[in-house]
């Protein structure tokens, strides 16, 4: 499948601030991928289900399902703002005390692979592949 | 994730250990605070956030204690005000600018929650450093002492470029511009900041299409658009508040809105025409709309014939675009596309909008010139209610990028040269052999010693293999050893894991943030990370840049929290520790390690000519943010009063020095008005002939312009041939002969003469000329469809490689 990713408004680039923020943590709580009914029927993904999203450089992270036809078939969407949980850890107890953002997840750029303009070295970071099935 | 709520219950596992405890059962408001310890406190917020402007009716009797200080939100680049209510020192209430032109009273989720971010409990407090697996806390001076020995260390052993020094779009431009200058000082290229992964390609293809890389009008100024047109763009959720502005002409105009973005975003939602279509296939589809446009005829030739080199050599490729062709690369019938097409033709000017979805790509920099190309076919440039309005993404991303927190130029885009850096040198009044003998030099091919100094540095893309790859494949004596992350998000960068395995072989990470980011746990160090408490914008005061080139000034909200201190402060303590303190602060006050904030912005405006970051004084500022009721919510043009004429902000370029009093340009080559009250033409940045095809402006220039021609930029030697050079003062003439006589450029003349007499005659000081759609320099000069790196059509691979 095709992998993009882009923003929400809850939150803002890596998400540090405002995940640390809570009126904003509490409205966007969940890392998650979208996918097309027609894959997800295709994997017996539900929504709400646990799914890991692998890439072809050997990465792989674990987030929720979120079915919608908001994208195409063959299309996954991952929101970019989360961190703190790496190929299906929590790294939670690695933060100072007191200072852990209340909201965790996997980094949509864990998944998101080599690539760069020619002329600025921009990464490619909407237009990668990934598999997804359940956990 | 985006779930309805029923009756307040967010359904759903919840995976963080703090909010599992209340998720066994439901999750509202209060059992989310409760839960988070945060109830405390909770409701008293929660009135201040209610976006009213209604006062309470108990403030009235303790009004007096209560102190307005008005800031700008830190999160998107739309720069919507935030107006704090300070009672004895501490942020208690908040209101959103109802005078500000820009946001007019609202506010985003995140705006209307910032005095959080500031006040935050979960910020980082004290200085710490990683020893055997925890957290210690230490003192400000023991810190800098002890990574400051470290650093010195690598530099005398691996060279400056060793140590990278990884800025900030959260910066004020103050901030950036100390930065900037401090690695300068440090002797190394080696920094750079999130644009690079945000907007480097809109900044590189859009600069070397019609001469500035910005937004060319503003949120505003879509008020008079006809049509809007969104590619890889979600304003509605990344800003927010700049769809107010696009809904207005949605509503007003009849505007019809086009949105082309693989996914349905809530911003497509408000589409007129939703155009999905395959991620990566941008100048495909941009190409596959112009088809129609060609094939109909309903091109502007008159713009193209007067402001525009190279459409020919689009137009060829455009062809090979036909319906069939397009569906098959993009996935989008071409009934649609004609649609499109005929929209964009039949309401004029529209206005085109992108963000990350059309930079973030392998091919970002020929899908920002498809796109000039686009509004240049149509003629919807330079004019009010057309443009290229680019949506920054950070706060200060447009200040940062303009003072050029960058691997690949000093600021204002003077570049690497030797001439960039003699011109730095002057403003600083630094010695240029000093400056010299602070970088490292590799020897060339040709057994010729260089000085780094004139190389670009490594990227933040590419800081990863700084670390991992062999020293031998450098352009640098050794491997990058210490990393500082000040104010960066390391999961905004691809390729984590490699990130992770590059963290671990550093010598030393430093994180300085009011956060402890992602920077923090994701290695598994157990030593050699520091990390600095920064802080918030809200705590320190100072300018910055909005999307739209406005600068808008804020005002100090509350004192720094715990022991953070604003990056000002944290830049000149490093800098006394090396030793350049006294070099690089010459002329600027410094109060208790604290620079003043206002003699940074001066110096700046005495050397950033290039881009008019010169006439913008913080007075001004100040007055225009005391202001912000006079200015007009369309042109934002102050409408009588002591600022009438001026544009809100100064939206740059504001030429000349503060006393000539440019009012700033709010829309680049706009022709209609005079250069002297904000007019302009395309820039002359690229010769004056191609293949000896004519690169200058014809028969097009700026209302008022005593040469109704094109023109080259200027220069002394120019001044003169016109006639001109008597309207120099003396002070003016003696400052230019001291940089290179005739030679003198308008971009290195310090006392601002040269532009000064040049717009007096009703000319752009940086020349006349058309547009490139063919940009020779670049590896694909007309914009080319190249399949993604990696692409799930296998079979496009042969006939678009990559």
Redesign the interface.
């Known amino acids: 499948?095709?992998l993009?990713s882009?923003?929400?408004?809850?939150?803002?680039?890596?998400?540090?601030?405002?995940r640390?923020?809570?009126?904003?943590a509490?409205?966007?709580?969940?890392?998650?991928v979208?996918m097309n009914p027609f894959d997800a029927n295709g994997k017996n993904i539900r929504n709400?289900d646990m799914v890991w999203v692998k890439t072809?450089?050997?990465?792989q992270i674990k987030v929720?399902a979120?079915v919608t036809?908001?994208?195409?078939k063959?299309?996954a969407?991952l929101?970019?703002h989360?961190?703190?949980?790496?190929?299906g850890k929590?790294?939670?107890s690695?933060?100072?005390?007191?200072?852990?953002?209340?909201?965790?997840?996997e980094?949509?750029?864990?998944a998101?692979?080599?690539?760069?303009?020619?002329?600025?070295?921009?990464?490619?970071?909407?237009?990668?592949?990934c598999t997804i099935e359940r956990v | 994730?985006?779930r309805k709520k029923t009756s307040g219950v967010?359904?759903?596992?919840?995976?963080?250990?703090?909010?599992g405890k209340a998720a066994e059962t439901v999750?509202d408001?209060r059992a989310?605070?409760r839960g988070?310890g945060?109830a405390i406190g909770g409701l008293a917020?929660a009135a201040a956030?209610v976006g009213s402007n209604v006062t309470p009716a108990q403030a009235v009797g303790s009004a007096a204690s209560v102190e307005i200080r008005k800031s700008v939100c830190?999160?998107?680049s739309v720069g919507c005000t935030v107006v704090a209510e300070v009672q004895n020192g501490v942020w208690t209430g908040q209101e959103p600018g109802w005078d500000s032109p820009i946001n007019l009273g609202a506010h985003?989720?995140?705006g209307?929650?910032v005095r959080?971010?500031a006040s935050?409990?979960?910020?980082?407090?004290y200085p710490?450093k990683l020893t055997g697996g925890k957290?210690v806390r230490m003192s400000w001076d023991d810190a800098i002492n002890e990574i400051g020995d470290q650093m010195l260390d690598i530099r005398k052993k691996s060279g400056p470029d060793s140590v990278y020094w990884l800025g900030s779009a959260k910066h004020s431009n103050e901030q950036a511009y100390l930065f900037r200058k401090f690695y300068a000082y440090w002797g190394t290229n080696n920094g750079d900041h999130?644009a690079?992964?945000c907007h480097?390609?809109t900044?590189?293809?859009v600069a070397n299409t019609w001469g500035y890389g910005a937004m060319t009008n503003s949120y505003n100024d879509m008020h008079n658009s006809k049509a809007i047109f969104i590619i890889?763009g979600?304003p509605?959720?990344?800003h927010?508040v700049s769809l107010m502005h696009v809904l207005k002409a949605k509503e007003q105009n009849n505007a019809p809105v086009i949105v082309c973005d693989?996914?349905?975003?809530?911003t497509a939602a408000h589409a007129d025409e939703y155009v999905?279509f395959?991620?990566?296939s941008d100048v495909a589809l941009i190409w596959g709309i112009m088809w129609h446009i060609f094939d109909n005829k309903w091109e502007d030739k008159e713009f193209i014939r007067q402001r525009v080199y190279g459409m020919e050599d689009v137009m060829a490729e455009v062809k090979k675009w036909d319906p069939a062709e397009t569906e098959r690369v993009t996935g989008v019938p071409g009934s649609q596309l004609k649609r499109v097409a005929k929209i964009m033709a039949n309401n004029r000017p529209g206005t085109f909008v992108w963000c990350?979805?059309g930079?973030?790509?392998?091919?970002?920099?020929n899908n920002t010139r498809a796109y000039c190309a686009f509004q240049l076919a149509l003629g919807n440039m330079g004019t009010a209610g057309g443009g290229a309005n680019i949506f920054r993404?950070?706060c200060n991303v447009q200040g940062a990028t303009d003072f050029c927190v960058l691997s690949h130029s000093l600021p204002g885009y003077y570049g690497l040269s030797a001439g960039a850096w003699k011109h730095w040198a002057r403003v600083w009044g630094e010695d240029i052999d000093w400056l010299k003998g602070r970088f490292d030099s590799l020897k060339g091919k040709d057994g010729k010693s260089k000085s780094l100094m004139n190389m670009k540095g490594i990227?933040v893309?590419?800081w990863i293999d700084g670390v991992l790859e062999d020293k031998d494949n450098m352009d640098q004596p050794d491997n990058l050893r210490a990393m500082v992350f000040w104010g960066?998000?390391?999961?905004?960068?691809?390729?984590?894991?490699e990130m992770?395995t590059a963290m671990e072989k550093l010598d030393l990470m430093v994180v300085i943030?009011?956060?402890?980011?992602?920077s923090?746990?994701?290695s598994d160090r157990t030593d050699g990370v520091y990390?600095l408490p920064a802080t918030?914008q809200f705590e320190t005061y100072g300018s910055v840049t909005a999307s739209n080139r406005s600068l808008q000034w804020r005002e100090k909200i509350i004192e720094p929290s715990f022991d953070s201190l604003p990056d000002h402060t944290i830049i000149y303590k490093f800098a006394k520790k090396f030793g350049f303190a006294d070099r690089m602060f010459r002329k600027i006050k410094v109060t208790d390690d604290e620079p003043y904030v206002e003699d940074v912005t001066r110096e700046f405006n005495g050397g950033m000519w290039t881009i008019g970051y010169t006439g913008q004084s913080p007075e001004r500022i100040k007055a225009h943010m005391a202001n912000q009721h006079v200015f007009d919510r369309t042109t934002l043009q102050a409408n009588g009063g002591e600022l009438d004429g001026e544009y809100y902000g100064l939206p740059w370029p504001c030429w000349g020095t503060a006393e000539m009093g440019h009012p700033g340009t709010p829309l680049l080559y706009d022709t209609s008005k005079p250069v002297a009250e904000g007019g302009l033409c395309f820039r002359a940045r690229f010769g004056v002939e191609h293949e000896g095809n004519n690169l200058l402006a014809e028969g097009s220039y700026p209302v008022g312009s005593e040469i109704k021609d094109g023109y080259p930029e200027f220069t002394m030697g120019m001044l003169k041939k016109l006639g001109w050079d008597g309207d120099l003062t003396a002070g003016e003439r003696a400052a230019i002969e001291k940089v290179a006589g005739d030679k003198t450029n308008w971009k290195v003349d310090l006392s601002g003469g040269i532009q000064r007499v040049a717009i007096k005659h009703g000319c752009a000081p940086f020349g006349n000329a058309k547009a490139r759609v063919k940009v020779w320099t670049?590896?694909d000069p007309i914009p080319l469809h190249r399949e993604?790196?990696?692409?799930?059509r296998r079979d496009l691979v042969a006939d678009y490689p990559t």
């Open positions: 499948m095709i993009t882009g923003r929400l408004v809850e939150y803002e680039g890596g998400g540090d601030e405002t640390s923020n809570p009126w904003l509490e409205l966007q709580q969940d890392m998650f979208e709400g072809p450089e050997g990465a929720m979120q036809e908001r994208v195409a063959g299309v969407f929101p970019f989360f961190g703190g949980h790496l190929e929590d790294l939670r690695k933060y100072p005390e007191g200072a852990d953002p209340y909201v965790l997840g980094s949509a750029n864990t998101f692979t080599y690539g760069y303009d020619s002329v600025t070295l921009m990464q490619e970071s909407k237009c990668s592949l | 994730m985006l967010a359904n759903g596992p919840l995976s963080s250990s703090f909010i999750v408001r989310f605070l988070s945060l917020t956030l830190t999160h998107c985003c989720a995140k209307a929650s959080e971010t935050g409990e979960r910020r980082l407090k710490m957290w999130q690079r992964i480097s390609t900044v590189a293809g890889g979600n509605a959720e990344a927010p693989p996914r349905f975003t809530r999905r395959r991620p990566g990350m979805g930079t973030q790509h392998t091919n970002g920099n993404g950070h990227p893309s590419r960066h998000a390391p999961n905004s960068q691809t390729r984590m894991k992770k943030d009011p956060y402890p980011t992602v923090a746990v994701l990390l918030t670049f590896p993604p790196l990696y692409t799930s």
